[in-house]
């Protein structure tokens, strides 16, 4: 019926906005480190800190809106964030330390690719003709946005390439975790579970380092925590539940493009047409995933709004 479509696009349209803002605010994380960095941070204690502060954010969010402190299952958040999540910011941002942000997250951006294919082998989000051609265009622009000079590390890269990796399976885990809880419940829990292991790794291991951070580094952590920290996490959960992993994914692709325009205008790191050209196909890309696919003639329910 003509109500039932209207909602599933509605639906559909506020989850392509969540993930875009997500985006958007993971795109600042590798600029904010490099400013943490220079302020004596360590990538332990700066991600401890960011997830901390995010934490604390959102716990308050769900004590003020009184939601279930508890959902169904609550241990698989606590995989999510204590293990996979925690893993992959580690690797992340360590391999930021050792190359440019650029760099970092050209290698990171390989996860939408592995995405969209697990999704497509498992049956978790159906490949349509407009994702294939915005993943190509996505992938064509990303060559050549992130295109640009910087210090290379290849024990970087291979850290970038692990980050990709797990946030690959986090995704597609965190896609069936998400149809039982709530998205700001889930990501109060996602953050927490990640302060506790990473504390209890640099408890045991050490590496926090706090005495070493300066007032700029404790400012960028802090930033760390708000902007790629509780807003970008809450707000790609959220996006996921109704979009589905693979086209949440291709959107996510927005993120290196923000990583670069800021390291060209805060970190001077140009950038040549060929790059810009570059940021219009990825952008396009990302947004070629919004275009409706065509279905069988009938109502459209709309709980298969998550499902391509």
Request: avoid cysteine; charge should be positive.
């Amino acid at each position: 019926m003509p109500w039932g479509r209207h909602s599933a696009g509605s639906r559909e349209i506020l989850g392509f906005i969540l993930v875009a803002v997500s985006a958007a605010s993971f795109g600042t994380m590798a600029i904010f480190a490099t400013y943490a960095y220079r302020g004596g941070a360590s990538v332990l204690g700066l991600v401890v800190l960011r997830f901390a502060l995010a934490a604390a954010v959102l716990w308050i969010v769900v004590w003020r809106r009184r939601l279930p402190l508890w959902p169904e299952r609550v241990w698989h958040l606590w995989v999510l964030g204590g293990i996979l999540y925690a893993l992959q910011s580690v690797l992340f941002l360590q391999a930021v330390r050792l190359a440019s942000p650029a760099l970092a997250a050209l290698f990171l951006y390989v996860y939408p690719v592995l995405v969209v294919i697990l999704s497509a082998i498992l049956r978790r989000g159906a490949i349509q003709r407009t994702g294939v051609l915005g993943l190509i265009a996505a992938s064509i622009g990303l060559l050549l946005v992130l295109g640009v000079g910087g210090r290379f590390s290849w024990l970087g890269a291979l850290l970038a390439l692990g980050a990709a990796a797990v946030y690959s399976t986090y995704i597609l885990f965190g896609q069936q975790v998400l149809a039982r809880s709530d998205p700001i419940v889930a990501a109060a829990h996602i953050a927490l579970s990640a302060v506790v292991t990473l504390t209890v790794a640099g408890l045991v291991l050490g590496g926090l380092d706090f005495q070493r951070f300066t007032f700029d580094g404790y400012l960028y952590a802090a930033l760390i925590g708000l902007i790629p920290g509780a807003l970008a996490i809450f707000s790609f959960l959220a996006g996921l539940e109704r979009i589905g992993a693979a086209r949440a994914s291709i959107l996510s692709m927005l993120e290196p493009v923000v990583t670069v325009l800021l390291s060209a205008l805060l970190l001077a790191e140009g950038l040549g047409p060929l790059q810009l050209l570059g940021g219009l196909l990825v952008v396009g890309g990302g947004l070629g995933t919004m275009l409706p696919a065509r279905t069988p003639k009938g109502p459209v329910q709309a709980g298969q709004a998550g499902d391509d």
